[in-house]
């Protein structure tokens, strides 16, 4: 049923490329996507991403409630359209039609910060600490920064929660650094040039990024035969 429900999700299920892909390391997978391929990984586990929903999920109704609860009346003079707390705003970064959309996590609307949920493993967490997000992450808070900014809300900073998928709430792990839009920008400019260069080469004439760990987790992860339209062997 878990593996039911995760292969059903509307995430599993998008065809548009959203924020969180945009900034991924491999040109070739960003590529299967633009693509329209189908996903052939079909062994990877769907576990940490269905806790990671159902956290995310939870925080959302925690997040509303402080804000109806704490922040608002009777305790505030806050309506609706003043609230401080945005939770899972849908933003569009980009100015034409191949702009990407996605709903971001949260907003504080006081400080003009950005932020994105993580739920990880204590490794990934530890490694973030000491050397800060990924640049996929660290691409997308940016795109939802450049959203909110395109939508009219000021945006001074943005920044990545990262939570303990096994652990206490005292070892959560907040990266932070000041909004850049050109890092959005760029980002952008590669997709465009990658959604070229699908529609234009054999996807396995893409370059790819090969990493062991990575390539276990992409949805076109096929090992034991060549890149193709439909799938990607990885390392070596």
Known sequence: MVRWVSA?????????????????????????????AEPVNTAADPWFAFVGTAVHENLAIAIDRYNAEVLGPPNGSRDYGQRRYWVEER???GADQHGVSGSCDLYDADRHVVIDHKVVGATALKKYINHGPSNQYRTQIHLYGLGHAQAGRPVREVAIAFYPRSGYLTDLHVWSEPYRPQIAHDALRRATTVRQLAAALPIGHIPAHADQVAC??????????PADTTGCPGPG
Do not use: H, K
């Open 91 to 93: 933003v569009t970064a």
């Open 216 to 225: 276990t987790w992409c949805p076109f992860y096929r090992p034991g035969g």
């Open 8 to 36: 059903n999700a509307p995430r599993s299920r998008q065809r548009a490329v959203g924020p969180s892909e945009i900034g991924v390391d491999c040109m070739r997978r960003l590529a299967y996507r633009y693509a329209g």
